[in-house]
């Protein structure tokens, strides 16, 4: 079988290397292992994606999809299970992390179909042409809200942290000061901010990793080794106290954290383009181990984490610790885990942002100028919204609940459904086989959610409370 390492762009021919990768597959689960029809992508359309040299590698791309999921969700999943019960929520982990891994399988299929310079937009430029703008619309406001949740987040962490160093300072100071600290992290961010490719994160995203594995130290260390109830740690709960499956009113409002815990689709396109060796297989290595990294991370920190404070855990478990300079340090690695990732989210907001501003029109050609006034914008705008508000919980959340459920469910269920119409016009009337199915499948999961996510989010802003659980 001949390798697809370098499929071909699709200025040249939109789909010919993946219909012959299709044909030596003898078909791609059902995705007609007898029709090779083209997705009917203009070549002028194929233009507007400008090309690079593909450079990934399994290793950095899994770095980078890894990074771009582990967030604040790792911290709240200790409350989570305890809010749905401990069997319920482990179960919910695995689920959420097999749909959101099964919806990356399908954007990958997709991008396999459309060539080395796939994205949101091609893809849906092929099934839903009306509708590509919007999609990108919905990825741009997602991706830029995410990103300011996490300058919001670095300048109320740091003087925190500063606090707890030097706990009799003025809290007057510049160096407690919110805006100093967004202004600090953004002056950092600028060089990275402005990369081209994701592949070039590798490096900032493996540094943050090594954060996310001191973090899950600090958790693993405290429930194996620290004194039952000694040196300010609270008394262990005894199994009879430990809730295995509970729903209620508690449930639902947490069950978001579960939901958007694996978001990282946004990204899974410049993953297939910027790969050496972009198959499918190849792809979806790089879907598995970052899927199972974060799959066993959000499994060791959410169980050991409930067990070692049982029903009083909080909201962040790393806030449930008594001071010592260990947990300073883990505070530490939190800010620089929500710095490093601010660039996977600048990147895929600003690809898609520059289509809604054109318009999609493949005329225009991204040059360096549009990039570095659209990524100038994007940071800037990040920005002034970060240190001009106190708490944006109700307006993120509910950009998760419509955003984040859209790219993550929603989005691969359609446009892999579609796309099979649009190769092949007489799939449509023939029987659907399992993956049709569960693509529909998810994208009716992802409906429901959304109704359910928003209205949630829409009850607790009307009873005088705060949206929770928007996701990242």
């Given amino acids: 079988m001949e390798s697809p390492t370098n499929s071909p762009t699709l200025s040249v021919s939109p789909l010919a290397a993946a219909s012959t990768e299709v044909r030596a597959r003898g078909g791609l689960l059902g995705w007609g292992s007898n029709r090779y029809a083209q997705v009917p992508v203009d070549e002028d359309d194929s233009s507007h994606?400008?090309?690079?040299?593909?450079?990934?590698?399994?290793?950095?791309?899994?770095?980078?999809?890894?990074?771009?999921?582990?967030?604040?969700?790792?911290?709240?999943?200790?409350?989570?299970?305890?809010?749905?019960?401990?069997?319920?929520g482990i179960l919910l982990i695995f689920i959420c992390g097999a749909a959101?891994?099964?919806?990356?399988?399908?954007l990958t299929l997709c991008a396999n179909k459309i060539g080395r310079n796939s994205s949101f937009f091609l893809v849906s430029k092929a099934t839903y042409p009306v509708a590509a703008i919007w999609f990108d619309l919905a990825i741009a406001i997602k991706c830029f809200g995410v990103s300011i949740s996490y300058l919001v987040i670095i300048g109320d962490l740091v003087p925190s942290i500063l606090h707890s160093i030097y706990p009799g300072n003025d809290s007057s100071s510049l160096?407690?000061?919110?805006?100093?600290?967004?202004?600090?992290a953004m002056a950092l961010l600028i060089p990275v901010a402005f990369a081209k490719q994701l592949n070039s994160l590798r490096h900032t995203s493996a540094l943050a990793l090594c954060a996310v594995v001191y973090l899950l130290a600090i958790v693993l260390g405290?429930?194996?080794?620290?004194?039952?109830?000694?040196?300010?740690?609270?008394?262990?709960?005894?199994?009879?106290?430990?809730?295995?499956?509970?729903?209620?009113?508690?449930?639902?409002?947490?069950?978001?954290?579960?939901?958007?815990?694996?978001t990282c689709h946004q990204n899974i396109f410049s993953v297939h383009n910027e790969l050496i060796d972009n198959s499918v297989?190849?792809?979806?290595?790089?879907?598995?181990?970052?899927?199972?990294?974060?799959?066993?991370?959000?499994?060791?920190?959410?169980?050991?984490?409930?067990l070692t404070f049982g029903n009083s855990v909080g909201g962040n478990i790393i806030s449930?610790?008594?001071?010592?300079?260990?947990?300073?340090?883990?505070?530490?690695?939190?800010?620089?885990?929500?710095?490093?990732s601010y660039p996977l989210q600048c990147h895929p907001a600003r690809a898609s942002l520059e289509k809604v501003l054109t318009g999609g029109n493949p005329a225009i050609q991204m040059t360096d100028f549009r990039f570095g006034a659209i990524t100038s914008g994007?940071?800037?705008?990040?920005?002034?919204?970060?240190?001009?508000?106190?708490?944006?919980?109700?307006?993120?959340?509910?950009?998760?609940?419509?955003?984040?459920?859209?790219?993550?469910?929603?989005?691969?269920?359609?446009?892999?459904?579609?796309?099979?119409?649009?190769?092949?016009?007489?799939?449509?009337s023939k029987k659907w086989d399992l993956m049709k199915l569960c693509a529909v499948g998810l994208a009716g999961f992802g409906c429901i959610f959304m109704v359910l996510s928003v209205g949630l989010?829409?009850?607790?802003?009307?009873?005088?409370?705060?949206g929770g659980g928007g996701g990242h």
């Fill in 222 to 262: 405290n429930f194996a080794f620290a004194a039952n109830g000694e040196h300010g740690m609270p008394t262990r709960p005894d199994w009879s106290d430990i809730v295995w499956f509970k729903i209620d009113s508690e449930f639902f409002r947490t069950l978001p954290i579960f939901v958007f815990a694996f």
């Fill in 100 to 106: 959101s891994s099964f919806g990356l399988y399908l």
């Fill in 49 to 88: 994606e400008q090309a690079h040299e593909a450079t990934g590698t399994v290793l950095s791309s899994t770095t980078n999809i890894t990074n771009t999921i582990l967030g604040s969700g790792m911290l709240a999943m200790p409350k989570a299970l305890s809010s749905t019960g401990l069997s319920l």
């Fill in 281 to 306: 297989s190849n792809v979806g290595k790089v879907i598995q181990l970052s899927i199972g990294t974060a799959l066993a991370v959000y499994q060791l920190i959410g169980v050991t984490g409930y």
């Fill in 378 to 428: 994007l940071l800037l705008g990040s920005y002034l919204i970060a240190i001009s508000v106190d708490d944006l919980s109700t307006v993120l959340s509910l950009v998760g609940a419509t955003g984040s459920t859209a790219i993550c469910y929603i989005f691969p269920g359609l446009l892999y459904y579609k796309l099979r119409i649009v190769t092949d016009p007489a799939d449509e």
């Fill in 320 to 340: 449930m610790y008594p001071p010592s300079s260990i947990i300073t340090g883990g505070q530490i690695s939190l800010a620089v885990l929500f710095l490093l």
């Fill in 457 to 466: 989010q829409v009850s607790a802003i009307l009873s005088g409370g705060k």
């Fill in 175 to 184: 160096l407690f000061s919110k805006v100093f600290w967004i202004s600090i």
